[in-house]
C-alpha cells in the first residue's frame, strides 16, 4: 500500500534530495518495513559500490562509514538524529527572531510614548 510510495523514493533519498519532513517519513517506514528496507539495502550497497553516498547523504550527517551493511540502521538513526537537531535550532532561531521583534517593539513604544 504505502510502500509503493517509500521503494520510489529510496534513490532520491540516498541522493540527499529529500527535504528533512520527507526523510523522515522514510526512515519512520523503511525502520519498521522489512521490504522497503530490503529494496533500500540493495540500493544502499550498489550507491556503496560506486562510492556515490560517500559525498552525499552519509557525509552530510557526519556519518563515519566503514563499509559494513549493518552500518545502514546506524546510519538511519544518524540522519533522524540530524534532522531533530536541525528541526531544534530552526525552532531556537525563531524563538530569538521573537524575542528581539518583541524587544524592538517595546522599545519603539516607549520612545513613542516620551513624545507625547
Ligand atoms: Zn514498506
Redesign the pocket.
Known sequence: M??RK??AQVQNFLDGKLNDEQAEKFIL??QK?D???DELEIYFSIYRGIGRSDDRMIEDVDFEFDGTIEDLRDMLGQVLREIEKRRTNRNIKLLIVFIIAVILIAAILILLSEFI
Open positions: 504505502e510502500c517509500y521503494e517506514h523503511v518495513c521490504r522497503c528496507y
